[in-house]
């Protein structure tokens, strides 16, 4: 099991790392930030194989990715 850590102020909700994720981790969620995007969440962290693709892709670095 890993664990995700998502700052939620940087997120912008552009669902890259979503449509990365081979184990459907992350999803959007209702939680908006300050810049009035959506964020995303991570559901099911039990899943998660910490294969770093979702923190890689992020373009904001918004996600990271532990062990
Ligand atoms: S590390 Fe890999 S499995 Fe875990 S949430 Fe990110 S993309 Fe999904
Ligand atoms: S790739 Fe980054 S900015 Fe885009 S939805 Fe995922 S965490 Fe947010």
Do not use: H, R
Not at 30 to 54: F, P, R, W
Request: aromatic fraction near 4%.
């Amino acid at each position: 099991m890993a664990k995700v850590e998502i700052t939620a102020a940087y997120c912008k909700g552009c669902l890259l790392c979503e449509a990365l994720c081979p184990k459907g981790v992350l999803s959007l969620g209702n939680e908006v930030n300050a810049l009035g995007y959506n964020i995303i969440k991570a559901d099911d962290t039990k899943e998660c194989i910490a294969c770093q693709q979702c923190a890689v892709i992020c373009p904001e670095g918004a996600i990271e990715v532990y062990k």
